[in-house]
Nanobody
Framework: QVQLVESGGGLVQAGGSLRLSCAAS????????MGWFRQAPGKEREFVAA????????RYADSVKGRFTISRDSAKNTVYLQMNSLKPEDTAVYYC????????????????????WGQGTQVTVSS
């Protein structure tokens, strides 16, 4: 059974940092892109960042570009999201996800293109 388990969320003051981790189990995802999405209360889930299967391509939402960094350790089947200079508007539940398509040549920002999802981890940024 495939499981994605996020960790590293919490409460932080504006300007602070957090590092989210997402550990996958049940199968190896080294040939799949992985991504992070977030959902704030009353809002739709939105794309945050994604990384290609070969680590060669990363994409970020404009709202986090320059502040967040996505990385992965395929040997550990884990993807990370380093979040710096956090803002109150970054408050949301953060979800990791795995692309549906193996060896996709591009990195997609569309949530429906991701097939496996974690349960989410809460990030709260206080002002």
């Amino acid at each position: 059974q495939v499981q994605l388990v996020e960790s590293g969320g919490g409460l932080v003051q504006a300007g602070g940092s957090l590092r989210l981790s997402c550990a996958a189990s049940g199968r190896t995802f080294s040939s799949y892109a992985m991504g992070w999405f977030r959902q704030a209360p009353g809002k739709e889930r939105e794309f945050v960042a994604a990384i290609s299967w070969n680590v060669g391509i990363t994409r970020y939402a404009d709202s986090v570009k320059g502040r967040f960094t996505i990385s992965r350790d395929s040997a550990k089947n884990t993807v990370y999201l380093q979040m710096n200079s956090l803002k109150p508007e970054d408050t949301a539940v953060y979800y990791c996800a795995v692309d549906k398509v193996v060896l996709r040549a591009i990195v997609t920002t569309i949530s429906s293109q991701y097939g496996y999802w974690g349960q989410g981890t809460q990030v709260t940024v206080s002002s």
